[in-house]
């Protein structure tokens, strides 16, 4: 069977498109019932080392959120640098949040660990 140059590009793209998108975590509808919330750290947007921005986190249901960190409480014990570290590892973290309007932001984190 023979496939034509442009079937093939066709479904090269599609396969790509697949691909990439499964990599993605789903899109969570709201944010969580109560503060805190416990999961683990799925992404991280950051523009450096210690310059997270937000993170997404997936909770034991399966659940995905997207937690921004310009509120982060400046006493917190846990720096947003060390979350790559938890995504890596895949241990979880716990999260204690506001709401405002659709953005979930995120005031301390710690590890939920042990």
């Not at 990599?23 to 950051?46: D, F, K, M, R």
């Not at 080392?49 to 993170?55: D, E, G, K, P």
């Not at 846990?78 to 005031?107: C, K």
């Amino acid at each position: 069977m023979r496939i034509q140059p442009g079937r093939a590009l066709a479904l090269a793209a599609l396969t790509m498109s697949v691909m990439f998108g499964a990599c993605q975590p789903p899109a969570s509808a709201g944010a969580p019932a109560t503060s805190p919330i416990t999961g683990v750290v799925v992404h991280v947007e950051s523009t450096g080392l210690n310059q997270v921005t937000s993170f997404d986190l997936r909770t034991t249901d399966g659940e995905v959120y997207t937690f921004e960190l310009s509120r982060l409480e400046p006493d917190s014990q846990f720096p947003p640098g060390h979350l790559t570290e938890h995504q890596a590892g895949a241990e979880p973290i716990r999260v204690h949040f506001t709401v405002d309007g659709q953005t979930i932001f995120a005031a301390r984190l710690e590890d939920a660990s042990g």
